[in-house]
């Protein structure tokens, strides 16, 4: 019989098939802080080159393509949606394909392979219809990077430590959003299109030896127990034997009728079979965690679409300077991002999601303040900013950490169902899609509102979505209220 298509993929992006005989460096290569420092650099240089691009958008528009002032705000909306929408359309087929292989490697080199040519195309673009296929190629890009890496990095650490570690990797790679616009606006002035992309390729380089040297848990258990029949002993998903240990113990000390909620029927359709992610998708708290990944990506996409035209047209600033506005919202995010991933893990997800949202809404709201002027306004405007970036911080690591969670307790009530790799990348790969809906849609609905309605009431707009957020998040991110609980009693 022919081999299946599948079959055909799996063959094609499996590393290696012979575990007798262990590679060069197997333990640093397999050592946690590497595994997570690859996933780390790996989502800092998707986020750095889509970051050094967009504060000089506005001026490759206008100086390389040529394109009238009055069409830069909609090509700059357009542009940064087509990225999100890429990422929207691969995710899925990240996330089936990362599942369906026996490693992570493959598919995660491919995405470094996307971002290689979309870092060319860009370089060498000087029409529209080029730099839409070099921002399409980025999407596909982040859509494997974001869902293999986070796949991966639950593996590694594993649930009782992944927000501390997603609000680390999310503060290191907001370095990325911090010094990419900056740099890129200074780049761009000072060295032009050569040195902007010479640095992005520099990392780029850095990005493929690191994950070309990365050596999966599970697959560094092979190599150790070739002999052994380690799919009979259900730790592929945990790398730490005390990780692995609390997992099985703790569907014991749940109770039977929560679990029942778990269990998922066998009796399934072809496509559940195929996909088993979806009966998860029955939990309403599951479609709560991907609604406020959808929020922040959304906040993050209309701040990337509006702020390096606020700095042209409040404060006339060119590249250089429109990319410094980026700063204040960056730091926050940057400093606090470890802080609070520590909190989610301590205190749940629910206090993170709820403060973070609730905490943005004034800030939303005063950002009408600042207008036309000069230093005092500049000052306003970059305080508020950084107001917003606390908030972002806050809510960076809930979403992420509520359907890892989730989805841990459906598996572990049904881990014949999933499979050995379990539907991790499948489940951040709809995460990726809900994020990057967000990104998608943040710009046009920011742009779109900022030109007919104005800078300070679209963000009120933007504030009434986060009260809605909040309001979400406390009734279902964490699961029911105590007060709705003991009402129940």
């Given amino acids: 019989m022919a081999p299946s298509p599948w079959q055909k993929i799996k063959t094609t992006l499996q590393i290696s098939h012979d575990y007798s005989v262990a590679p060069a460096g197997l333990g640093w290569r397999s050592n946690t802080f590497f595994i997570v420092s690859t996933v780390a650099v790996g989502l800092f240089t998707d986020l750095f080159l889509y970051g050094l691009v967009v504060p000089i958008l506005p ?3 206008q100086d ?30 990240a996330g089936i394909l990362a599942d369906k292989t026996s490693t992570r490697q493959g598919p995660f080199l491919f995405g470094l392979t996307a971002l290689l040519l979309a870092t060319v195309l860009l370089f060498m673009g000087n029409n529209v219809p080029t730099l839409v296929v070099a921002r399409i190629l980025q ?28 609000g680390s990797i999310f503060s290191f790679i907001s370095v990325g959003n911090l010094v990419a616009p900056l740099l890129g606006g200074v780049l761009y002035k000072k060295a032009g299109y050569s040195g902007v992309f010479g640095i992005g390729f ?31 002993e259900r730790d592929a998903h945990d790398p730490n034997d005390e990780e692995a240990a609390h997992d099985e113990e703790e569907p014991l000390l749940g109770r039977k009728s929560e679990d029942d909620y778990y269990v998922i029927s ?15 998708l029955k939990n309403p708290r599951l479609i709560a965690a991907f609604v406020v990944a959808f929020v922040q990506a959304l906040l993050l996409g209309a701040f990337d679409a509006t702020i390096p035209t606020i700095g042209q047209e409040y404060f006339d600033f060119d590249s250089l300077k429109s990319g410094t506005l980026f700063l204040p919202l960056g730091v926050f995010d940057f400093l606090l991002g470890p802080v609070f991933g520590w ?25 009408r303040i600042p207008h036309a002027g000069g230093k005092d306004q500049i000052i306003i405007f970059a305080a508020l900013l950084g107001l917003c970036g606390i908030g972002l911080a806050a809510i960076g690591a809930p979403s992420i950490v509520e359907a890892g969670n989730i989805v841990q307790k459906y598996y572990d009530v049904n881990p014949d169902f999933f499979g050995e790799n379990g539907p991790f990348a499948s489940l951040y790969a709809m995460s990726s899609v809900a994020f990057c809906a967000g990104l998608a849609i943040g710009p046009e609905i920011a742009g779109e509102l900022k030109q007919v309605i104005g800078y300070g009431i679209m963000n009120i707009v933007l504030a009434v979505i986060c009260a809605l957020t909040a309001t979400l998040s406390l009734f279902y991110i964490g699961g029911k209220p105590q007060l709705l609980r003991a009402g129940q009693r």
């Fill in 59 to 61: 001026y490759m528009l």
């Fill in 266 to 280: 066998k009796d399934q359709p072809a496509i559940v079979r195929k996909v088993p992610i979806l009966p998860c």
């Fill in 202 to 232: 520099a990392i780029l380089a850095i990005d493929f030896i690191m994950r070309l040297l990365v050596i999966e848990k599970k697959v560094a258990r092979r190599y150790n127990h070739a002999s052994q029949e380690s799919n009979s």
């Fill in 343 to 367: 909190a989610v893990d301590k205190y749940g997800t629910k206090v993170a999601a709820v403060g973070g949202y609730t905490f943005l809404i004034p800030c939303l709201i005063l950002l």
């Fill in 139 to 166: 999407g596909c890009s982040a859509a494997f990077v974001w869902t293999i890496g986070l796949a991966l990095c639950v593996e590694t650490v594993g649930k009782d430590n992944l927000g501390k570690t997603i």
């Fill in 64 to 93: 390389r393509v040529g394109l009238p002032q009055d069409q830069i705000q909609s090509h700059v909306d357009g542009l940064l949606a087509a990225y999100a929408g890429a990422s929207v359309v691969f995710s899925p087929l």
